[in-house]
């Protein structure tokens, strides 16, 4: 079955930028979204199809995906953006959805 | 709006069969590409996808889980059921409804219930 391998954690001094990776093979040929997820919430939708942000979520995240690797960078970082992310795609063979096992992203 | 709201028992016994109910607003499971699935997560772990039903009532399930699951919908009420049988305490998680919208084919979750807590006791 397809797997998509996250960092447990990642840490960022405010104002600056993290970057959040989520590696699969051949990553680049499937769409990618993420999830952010603060605690005791529900996950939010903060991209899809890799790059695209719904209504409500600053430019301040991005997206991209290349090779092996999909990355969730957030520039700027704020104290509102520590959470739990978590990437997700789909595996066409199977039909099946397939979550990242999540990274907890800690602004110190 | 959309909103998607899951209920259930908060308690079940190993070996029991828990049935969960997500009650939604604001779309319809009639509507081509629409589809819903149910997402757990238990107590600081990772997201887990368990199932999910389509508007043309096909259906996928979790490999390692598809002998205990069944998912069903009931278009007229706004409402998608999962069945797991033979629970175990290791099923203990919160438990989630998400929407998606795939008329491109692509699978995200752009909608999501608040979570039912459920918890197996041995």
């Known amino acids: 079955s397809y797997e998509l391998t996250q960092p447990p954690s990642v840490s960022v001094s405010p104002g600056q930028t993290a970057s959040i990776t989520c590696s699969g093979d051949?990553?680049?040929?499937?769409?990618v979204s993420w999830y952010q997820q603060k605690a005791g919430q529900s996950p939010v939708l903060v991209l899809y199809?890799?790059?695209k942000r719904p209504s409500g979520i600053p430019d301040r995240l991005s997206g991209s995906n290349s090779g092996n690797t999909a990355t969730l960078t957030i520039s700027g970082t704020q104290a509102m953006d520590e959470a739990d992310y978590y990437c997700?795609?789909?595996?066409?063979?199977?039909?099946?959805?397939?979550f990242g096992g999540g990274t907890r992203l800690t602004v110190l | 709006q959309v909103t998607l709201k899951e209920s259930g028992p908060a308690l079940v016994k190993s070996t029991q069969t828990l049935t969960l109910t997500c009650t939604f607003s604001?779309?319809?499971?009639?509507?081509?590409?629409?589809?819903l699935s149910w997402v757990r997560q238990p107590p600081g772990k990772a997201l887990e996808w368990l199932a999910m039903?389509?508007?043309?009532?096909?259906?996928y399930y979790r490999t390692s889980l598809e002998s205990r699951l069944t998912i069903s919908k009931e278009t007229s009420k706004n409402q998608v059921t999962l069945t797991m049988t033979d629970m175990d305490p290791e099923d203990t998680a919160t438990y989630y409804c998400?929407?998606?919208?795939?008329?491109?084919?692509?699978?995200?979750?752009?909608?999501w219930g608040q979570g039912t807590q459920v918890t197996v006791s041995s």
């Open positions: 998400a929407r998606s919208f795939v008329p491109t084919g692509t699978f995200f979750f752009d909608y």
């Open positions: 604001g779309f319809s499971l009639n509507t081509g590409a629409m589809c």
């Open positions: 039903i389509h508007w043309d009532d096909d259906k």
């Open positions: 051949k990553l680049e040929d499937k769409d």
């Open positions: 199809q890799d790059v």
């Open positions: 997700q795609s789909w595996d066409t063979n199977t039909a099946h959805v397939v």
